[in-house]
């Protein structure tokens, strides 16, 4: 029988960790992350795809998105990363469940001669604001233009695209009122290890205006229960607000 953990946070001080056990903590703690399927084009117009979970949009206006794309193990630079170093374009394809085998075939590392797209069965329509393709597939697509590019460390870039138009599955958009059917969407996520999730669950959670968190707070400490502290700690973390702060927050 396994022992439970005992209570508490344990500490990774990341200055004495390996490339390998920071990457482990890092994907299986930010979770889930969506998946980019990139499709570029190389200097010869032969299409690649390769997805990409160090992906996110970091901004609504001007639409950007960013993907990190680490070197393969010699240092050279993964197909995606050399086709927007040279082209300066590429399509985010979102990935759905009904893709998801697909996708994974996209990440088998093939030469750069292969056109994942056509290895994988699945169906290229041609860019509108870029010259690579997008997949017809995918319930999403954003065409981007390299925005900017950060080296990060000896082996990894992060790359900022600028949205410049998005294609989105009918059943899945009102293009009336621009809301989208996320359920129809049925994106998936990368967990840690070889793990994913949908986003078959989901609920709804209004942000609150400062009036209605504090009509909430007074209407929650009516009904709390007497006898029963509310947030019982039973962590070994010692709160910050019970250090020796003389309950003052320090300056960071
Ligand atoms: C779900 C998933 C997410 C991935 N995320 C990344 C990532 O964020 N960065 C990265 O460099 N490689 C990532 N990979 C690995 C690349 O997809 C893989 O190296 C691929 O062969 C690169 O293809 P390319 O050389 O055609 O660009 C991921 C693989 C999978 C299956």
């Given at each position: 029988m396994s022992s439970r953990p005992p209570p508490g946070h344990t500490h990774f001080?990341?200055?004495?960790?390996?490339?390998?056990?920071?990457?482990?903590?890092?994907?299986?703690?930010?979770?889930?992350?969506?998946?980019?399927?990139?499709t570029t084009i190389d200097e010869n117009g032969?299409?690649?795809?390769?997805?990409?979970?160090?992906?996110?949009?970091?901004?609504?206006?001007?639409?950007?998105?960013?993907?990190?794309?680490?070197?393969?193990?010699?240092?050279?630079?993964?197909?995606?990363?050399?086709?927007?170093?040279?082209?300066?374009?590429?399509?985010?394809?979102?990935?759905?469940?009904?893709?998801?085998?697909?996708?994974?075939?996209?990440?088998?590392?093939?030469?750069?001669?292969?056109?994942?797209?056509?290895?994988?069965?699945?169906?290229?329509?041609?860019?509108?604001?870029?010259?690579?393709?997008r997949i017809l597939e995918a319930p999403a697509a954003l065409e981007c233009k390299r925005y900017i590019t950060l080296e990060i460390g000896k082996s990894r870039e992060i790359i900022l695209g600028e949205v410049m138009g998005v294609f989105i599955r009918n059943d899945c958009v009102n293009p009336l009122n621009k809301h989208v059917d996320q359920k129809r969407m049925d994106a998936v996520g990368r967990l840690g290890g070889h793990d994913y999730s949908t986003i078959r669950d989901q609920f709804t959670l209004p942000t609150m205006s400062v009036a209605e968190w504090e009509s909430r707070n007074s209407n929650l400490d009516d009904s709390k229960e007497p006898g029963k502290p509310a947030g019982e700690q039973k962590q070994q973390d010692v709160p910050?607000?019970?250090?020796?702060?003389?309950?003052?927050?320090?300056?960071?």
């Amino acid at each position: 029988m396994s022992s439970r953990p005992p209570p508490g946070h344990t500490h990774f001080d990341f200055s004495g960790l390996s490339g390998r056990d920071k990457y482990k903590l890092i994907i299986g703690t930010v979770i889930p992350r969506p998946i980019a399927l990139v499709t570029t084009i190389d200097e010869n117009g032969v299409v690649n795809a390769a997805p990409f979970s160090f992906f996110n949009a970091l901004s609504g206006d001007p639409a950007i998105v960013a993907i990190g794309v680490e070197n393969k193990a010699d240092m050279s630079f993964k197909d995606t990363g050399h086709n927007i170093r040279m082209t300066e374009q590429f399509t985010v394809n979102i990935v759905d469940q009904a893709m998801i085998d697909a996708m994974n075939t996209c990440a088998v590392p093939f030469p750069p001669d292969v056109d994942e797209v056509d290895v994988a069965g699945l169906t290229q329509v041609p860019g509108v604001h870029v010259s690579c393709p997008r997949i017809l597939e995918a319930p999403a697509a954003l065409e981007c233009k390299r925005y900017i590019t950060l080296e990060i460390g000896k082996s990894r870039e992060i790359i900022l695209g600028e949205v410049m138009g998005v294609f989105i599955r009918n059943d899945c958009v009102n293009p009336l009122n621009k809301h989208v059917d996320q359920k129809r969407m049925d994106a998936v996520g990368r967990l840690g290890g070889h793990d994913y999730s949908t986003i078959r669950d989901q609920f709804t959670l209004p942000t609150m205006s400062v009036a209605e968190w504090e009509s909430r707070n007074s209407n929650l400490d009516d009904s709390k229960e007497p006898g029963k502290p509310a947030g019982e700690q039973k962590q070994q973390d010692v709160p910050l607000s019970k250090q020796q702060t003389g309950g003052k927050r320090p300056k960071a």
